[in-house]
């Protein structure tokens, strides 16, 4: 029958056609269909599947490493929505905080909180507002292109007023429970944004930099009260030696710190200057040379707690010292190190935790030298007006000029940077409002105990040591974009203290009813305010200035976004916690953190402390995430990160024109286990997934489509499938076992390996075995064995697409379209012939391989040896081949096969030996005959 004589029913995807183009098409067909919400109402009221979107900020360009969290993040929906689950997947944006903020102040050419409030707070957080949609557009496009399915009609937004109102509830109830509170403490703080910043911040923006190292000498004043013998120039003839890569602090100096249990010694020149050093013993080589034995002789020994007490002279005395309080003294403390500097460190309370934490247990006197723009006040000796990093030359260049300067030089040592606009950050002493994660430490600790993590060692390793080594969380900043702290404070005495968990009660505060259209960010919140309530006070209660970290606003999704506990109560309670979260290595210190943190802060007030009658949660202390899976980065080709300022980001959009969608997410997936870090190499994406991709549709177009065209389509009469050919019943039995394994896969999490049975399954089993066995039978289309080669190619490519469908949502659905009539995104995630497996069947195939590969081999080999051409070249028939197969194999399914081997190495007849042994006896039998 030809072509002519049928309707063409099987669409082809020539080489002419892109995937680029075919990607395309899918995606205006499934706009008009409305795919994406079909697939979700058609699971609806089943068991749900609860996925939580982490929140990308749209006033930045989305990248290649967004491609790759996202992948992950849609294969799993995908793949739970084709189990049955109702998956509702909810868009979210994060809206607030300094990555916004720094882009307006950009746009605007202004630089700092001074400039900002010059030009307006009102218009500033407007343009904030305008500036947050800036890359929405390319994101949801993005989004589409790579067939990443979220709900962008009704997605949450964190600047929305409702989003708003339960964050204040969170924070009040967490006020309520006495977990927030305002303390003054060094916190890692920004001069440029001019704002703390929590430690989950500062964990991510830690660079390698080259420093000052520099020793200085602290002259002696006296030791145990006993005034220190001088020079006849008046300088103390005892000195301690001291190590810093911060200069700038020494103006702040107002105590040395040496460890009580530490050997130090004293040494004097044998030559030359009269004075002496004072340094740990096990620094002495390290800082005055292997061979100071040569050059210097110890005169005195004593542990650290015998210099308790001694006095000194500050190197700097640019700041007039307190009177009161505190004296300069060396004081004892236990985290002080001989691991490096000279065992004696310079303490500066206003500018280090440790160092203000001695303060107080010492009353040490607290000097703030630097104002918090980062630079020393105008009128400062030598260095007025000039930022820290700026004065430190000149500084040095001071400690020479008074002689005390040891030695200078630099050091390169990691250190943190804002994570947003790159500032060297400082150690500032500050006055902040904290949730005590301190006090729910442990219930953190369980919960995260109950997480499923991948990889595993995440959980307990990289995210366990952080919630281990757990402080308390700095939550609120000096800006402006942000949810203001719903927190007033009585003018007249600050103990007087209201925190607001609604804006009803806002209203019955001031006794008035909010407008309409109220707004609950600055400055518009900074206007209400009424009279203190505490008995006897006539102060009025104000707003404290601060809005809160943006991750208390991204970690407060799983509630907010259902603007509970105000509504859709019972429909929060049908999606927390999640089932399932995903996001770079990088939010282990971010969004997972924030969301444990706020949770457990929350604890019953949440439907996740206990079993709630209606809801899916069964286990007391439950995380808000059941499972993470946890990506790490996308690297250029040569390994390294990629930056802009490097020059080596790769343009998601150029990667997925000239590949397509499918191909990039396969090879993200598939190249590596997705925790580990990967070079993308365009090269590699077309060998590991351009070829595979090439590979299947070939199988579709130019095997089952170009020959059933010529007449087959599924039909009774076709044979059953336990009826078929043992070369079909095989394949149909690998279809339904990597069904099973990709399932079991899938459902631990585990994508590189499911994706990888998927693509071996496609490439081994069906093109290079399957169909290359069979191909003879689909040039015609009316026997019964064409009738069933045809029907268990059809299963299979239905079967592999249902299986690609996750990981490569375009090729998959339009091949089963074209098989089916239906996408295959609503399709079921089972193999279309239900037919058990055999293993037996598997593993004699597995043999039959096996001894193909042996046999050609073998064939080479022989008539390498021989110089016989023809025996190498398997289109020459030889007569027969032996071959030795264990016992068991030569008993089971491997007898049935042998027409296939006997086929595939082009030989008359095969025997099979089960030993050496009787591998001779045949060989004596043959020649027996011969004679």
Request: proline letters at 6%; hydrophobic letters at 40%.
């Amino acid at each position: 029958m030809s072509a002519s004589e049928t309707d063409v029913r099987y669409g082809d995807l020539p080489a002419s056609r892109s995937a680029d183009d075919l990607e395309r098409e899918l995606i205006e067909r499934w706009r008009e269909e409305r795919l994406f919400a079909r697939t979700v109402t058609a699971r609806e009221g089943n068991e749900p599947f609860v996925f939580f979107e982490g929140p990308p900020t749209a006033n930045g360009r989305p990248g290649l490493h967004h491609v790759f969290s996202r992948t992950i993040k849609d294969l799993f929906c995908r793949h739970r929505a084709m189990k049955g689950h109702y998956v509702a997947r909810k868009a979210g944006w994060d809206t607030h905080g300094l990555p916004v903020e720094i882009e307006v102040e950009k746009a605007l050419g202004i630089n700092g909180k001074p400039e900002i409030e010059k030009f307006g707070v009102e218009k500033f957080n407007q343009l904030c507002r305008d500036s947050v949609w800036k890359y929405r557009g390319e994101w949801e496009k993005l989004s589409e292109r790579i067939a990443y399915w979220l709900d962008y009609d009704n997605p949450y937004v964190t600047y929305s007023t409702d989003y708003m109102e339960s964050v204040w509830w969170a924070l009040a109830t967490l006020h309520a429970r006495d977990f927030l509170y305002r303390g003054h403490k060094v916190l890692p703080y920004c001069p440029r944004c001019g704002t703390a910043l929590s430690s989950h911040e500062v964990a991510q923006g830690y660079k390698d930099v080259s420093d000052p190292s520099v020793y200085v000498a602290f002259d002696l004043i006296d030791t145990d009260g006993t005034p220190v013998p001088r020079r006849a120039d008046g300088r103390a003839l005892r000195r301690t030696l001291v190590w810093t890569t911060t200069p700038w602090t020494l103006v702040s100096n107002t105590a040395l710190a040496v460890n009580p249990d530490i050997d130090y010694v004293e040494l004097r020149r044998k030559t030359g200057d009269e004075r002496t050093v004072i340094l740990a013993n096990a620094r002495v080589a390290a800082v005055l040379g292997e061979d100071h034995a040569d050059r210097w002789v110890v005169v005195g020994t004593f542990r650290g707690a015998e210099m308790a007490g001694w006095r000194y002279q500050r190197p700097l005395d640019w700041v007039d010292y307190p009177a009161e309080g505190a004296h300069e003294v060396v004081v004892a403390e236990s985290f002080v190190s001989a691991g490096d500097g000279t065992g004696i460190v310079h303490m500066a309370p206003a500018f280090g935790a440790d160092d203000y934490a001695a303060a107080q247990r010492n009353r040490l006197a607290f000097l703030q030298a630097v104002d918090t723009r980062g630079q020393f006040p105008e009128g400062t000796p030598v260095v007025g007006g000039l930022g820290v990093k700026a004065a430190d030359p000149l500084i040095i260049d001071e400690l020479k000029r008074r002689d005390v300067l040891w030695k200078a030089g630099t050091a390169v040592h990691s250190y943190p940077h804002c994570w947003r606009c790159g500032t060297p950050l400082l150690q500032y002493a500050r006055t902040s409002w904290f949730v005590r994660t301190t006090g729910f430490r442990d219930a953190m600790l369980a919960r995260n105990a109950r997480v499923d993590w991948h990889p595993e060692e995440m959980g307990r390793g990289r995210f366990g040591e952080w919630l281990t080594n757990n402080v308390d969380w700095a939550i609120s900043r000096d800006r402006y974009w942000g949810t203001p702290l719903p927190v007033w404070l009585c003018d007249a005495d600050a103990t007087h203290v209201d925190v607001l968990g609604s804006f009803k009660a806002l209203g019955e505060r001031t006794g008035k009813a909010l407008p309409a259209d109220f707004d609950p960010h600055k400055p518009f919140i900074d206007r209400y305010s009424w009279s203190c309530r505490a008995p006897g006070c006539t102060g009025t209660m104000r707003r404290t200035a601060e809005v809160i970290d943006t991750w208390f606003d991204s970690g407060s999704m799983p509630f907010a976004q259902w603007h509970y506990p105000f509504e859709n109560g019972a429909q929060f309670a049908r999606s927390y916690p999640a089932d399932f979260i995903a996001e770079g290595i990088d939010q282990t210190r971010g969004w997972f953190y924030s969301l444990i943190a706020i949770a457990t802060g929350l604890g019953d007030a949440l439907p996740n402390n206990g079993v709630v009658p209606g809801t899916r949660n069964t286990a007391t202390e439950a995380a808000p995430y059941r499972a993470v899976v946890v990506n790490d980065l996308v690297l250029d080709m040569t390994g390294k990160k990629m930056s802009k300022s490097v020059g080596n980001v790769v343009d998601p959009w150029e990667v997925i024109d000239r590949h397509g969608a499918d191909a990039v997410r396969l090879f993200l997936v598939a190249a590596s286990q997705v925790s580990l870090p990967r070079a993308f190499d365009e090269a590699q994406l077309r060998t590991v997934a351009g070829s595979f991709l090439l590979t299947l549709r070939n199988v579709y177009s130019g095997i089952f489509a170009q020959y059933a065209n010529f007449g087959w389509e599924p039909s009774p009469a076709d044979p059953a499938p336990a009826s078929r050919p043992v070369l079909d019943r095989w394949i149909l039995s690998r279809l339904e076992t990597v069904t099973r394994r990709v399932d079991e896969r899938l459902m631990k999490f585990e994508a590189t390996d499911a994706a990888r049975l998927v693509m071996t399954f496609v490439d081994e089993d069906v093109s290079k075995w399957y169909v290359r066995q069979s191909r003879a039978r689909f040039y015609d289309v009316e026997s019964a064995d064409n009738r069933a080669a045809f029907a268990t190619l059809h299963a299979v490519l239905v079967g592999a697409c249902r299986l690609l469908a996750p990981f490569a949502p375009f090729t998959s659905d339009w091949i089963h379209r074209e098989l089916t009539g239906e996408s295959v995104h609503l399709a079921q995630f089972v193999s279309p012939v239900v037919l058990s497996p055999d293993p037996g069947l598997e593993a004699g195939m597995d043999a039959i391989r096996t001894l193909s590969t042996l046999g050609r081999a073998a064939r080479e080999e022989a008539g390498a040896k021989t110089g016989q051409p023809l025996v190498r070249k398997v289109r020459q028939p030889l007569a027969r081949v032996v071959c030795v197969v264990p016992a068991q194999s030569a008993g089971g399914s491997v007898p049935l096969l042998l027409d296939l081997l006997a086929a595939e190495l082009n030989v008359k007849r095969v025997e099979l030996a089960t030993s050496a042994d009787a591998l001779v006896t045949l060989e004596e039998r043959d020649r027996a005959s011969q004679r």
